[in-house]
């Protein structure tokens, strides 16, 4: 495929040598990775992030999340898209491979339905974060490669986790509606992207005045993140639980868990969810039915006993 001025083409076909060069410390790649390390752990350790991972994440929350996600995207690929000339976003600039605001339509239209233009909102958090992607492509593009770099390299790294815990937590079908963001089907192997993404980074020509104030965005970006993610946390709390298959509340193995709200809804669903194993499992768990297959039991090992006699 050939790639349009301010386009690179396919990955696979980009110049490779650049990949291969030792890294110095005073790299771009390496100075956000050492410079963005604390803010990297603490969006790691927000709640809204930790919970998602254990599958503790509400559809409703999710698909909030996904429309911050579009705003966010929209804005972020309109401001590279304009500054596409421009030589710091020259080199970055993969819309084939990495943008995701045209897979994020479809997965607002499956969540909010065909006319979700006229239901979705753009919440403040998400509204602040696209304000300052517009500032920035208007007044200062080289600082979009701090937006750039947090969002695309961060979705390549958990992408994929994160898609397999939303398909299962919120029983998405396996044929991928409502996760297209994570499926980026024109990146074959992350890793190698990965790497001629940050080899790329390190070919810009800036001063180390502009370095650090990349960096500095960076961090800034990822606190837009956070401020989105604690805001989705404080409407989560005021939505009331859906039943999830994953997981699990831990049980310490003491007590009853008849007891326990979760897994008695489990036993019902299991029942209704029409599979006659998942209903003979759940059945077997209940007490009368323990009751009725000891004595059915009893009863086989009576008539054994008589007929060896
Ligand atoms: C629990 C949540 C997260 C986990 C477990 C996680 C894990 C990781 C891992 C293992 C890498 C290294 C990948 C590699 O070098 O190939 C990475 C890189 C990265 N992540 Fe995350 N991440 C999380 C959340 C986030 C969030 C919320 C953001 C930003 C919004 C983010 C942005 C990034 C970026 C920008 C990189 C690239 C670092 C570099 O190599 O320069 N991550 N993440």
Same mark, same amino acid.
């Given at each position: 495929m050939s790639a349009t001025p301010g386009e690179n083409g396919l990955y696979g076909a980009a +110049?490779?040598?650049?990949?291969d060069q030792p890294l110095r410390p005073t790299d771009l790649s390496e100075l956000l990775k050492e410079g963005t390390k604390e803010s990297h752990e603490k969006a790691e350790n927000t709640k809204f992030v930790k919970d998602f991972l254990k599958g503790r994440i509400k559809r409703e929350l999710f698909k909030l999340a996904t429309g911050a996600l579009y705003y966010t995207y929209s804005a972020l690929e309109e401001e590279l898209d304009r500054n596409k000339g421009n030589p710091a976003i020259t080199a970055l600039y993969f819309p084939q491979e990495l943008h995701r605001a045209e897979a994020l339509k479809k997965d607002v239209a499956y969540f909010y339905g065909e006319d979700w233009e006229d239901t979705i909102q753009c919440s403040e958090a998400a509204q602040a974060y696209v304000d300052r992607i517009h500032h920035l492509g208007r007044?200062? +593009?080289?600082?979009l490669v701090a937006h750039a770099y947090t969002r695309y390299m961060g979705d390549l790294s958990g992408g994929q986790v994160l898609k397999k815990v939303a398909q299962r937590a919120l029983h998405l +079908?396996? !044929?991928g509606e409502g996760i297209q *963001?994570?499926? *980026?089907?024109?990146? !074959?192997?992350a890793q190698q992207f990965k790497q001629l993404y940050r080899a790329r980074l390190n070919t810009l020509e800036l001063s180390d005045e502009a370095k650090k104030s990349i960096v500095e965005e960076a961090n800034k970006a990822f606190q837009f993140n956070m401020n989105v993610f604690e805001e989705l946390d404080k409407i989560g709390a005021t939505i009331p639980d859906e039943p999830q298959?994953? =997981?699990?509340?831990?049980?310490? =193995?003491? =007590?009853? !868990?008849?007891?326990?709200p979760y897994y008695a809804a489990k036993g019902e669903c299991a029942v209704a969810s029409g599979c006659p194993l998942h209903a003979a499992m759940a059945l077997t768990g209940r007490p009368e039915v323990k009751a009725m297959l000891a004595a059915f039991a009893a009863a086989i090992v009576a008539t054994i006993a008589w007929y060896l006699m």
């Open positions: +110049p490779r040598e650049q990949e007044h200062k +593009p080289e600082l +079908p396996s !044929t *963001f994570y499926l *980026f089907d024109n990146v !074959t192997n298959e994953d =997981g699990l509340p831990v049980h310490d =193995g003491k =007590g009853d !868990t008849r007891k326990c």
